[in-house]
């Protein structure tokens, strides 16, 4: 059974940053990939960051130079690196597993069949 679990949001001012974990059990990180995806209220869940076992990586391009994506194969955790922080991050963000893939030419997956709960991250102007 595959659990994946949130921390770190959690409210800053533009500009600051914070860093988000997904302890994740069930579900090592060879062979598969691991992802963190937004929603913010009325709108759809966007992918922000993914890694794949071999440490592909992809972003989505607002945060590209911002958020840094990362795992510890010896903790189990997946970790988001968020720098430089802006309102429009504003969201709940989740932590997302998938079994058996790739992350190919930086392009963003979309077929995710694990999910954590989510954390809210809010940032004031």
């Known amino acids: 059974q595959v659990q994946l679990v949130e921390s770190g949001g959690g409210s800053v001012q533009a500009g600051g940053s914070l860093r988000l974990s997904c302890a994740a059990s069930g579900i090592t990180f060879s062979g598969n990939c691991m992802a963190w995806f937004r929603q913010a209220p009325g709108k759809e869940r966007e992918p922000v960051a993914q890694?794949?076992?071999?440490?592909?990586?992809a972003y989505l391009d607002s945060v590209k130079g911002r958020f840094t994506i990362s795992q510890d194969n010896t903790q189990n955790t997946l970790y988001l690196q968020m720098n430089s922080l802006e309102p429009e991050d504003t969201s709940m963000y989740y932590c997302a597993a998938e079994r058996w893939c790739r992350i190919l030419r930086g392009i963003l997956r979309y077929d995710y069949g694990f999910w954590g709960q989510g954390t809210q991250v809010t940032v004031s102007s």
């Open positions: 890694i794949d076992g071999e440490g592909n990586t």
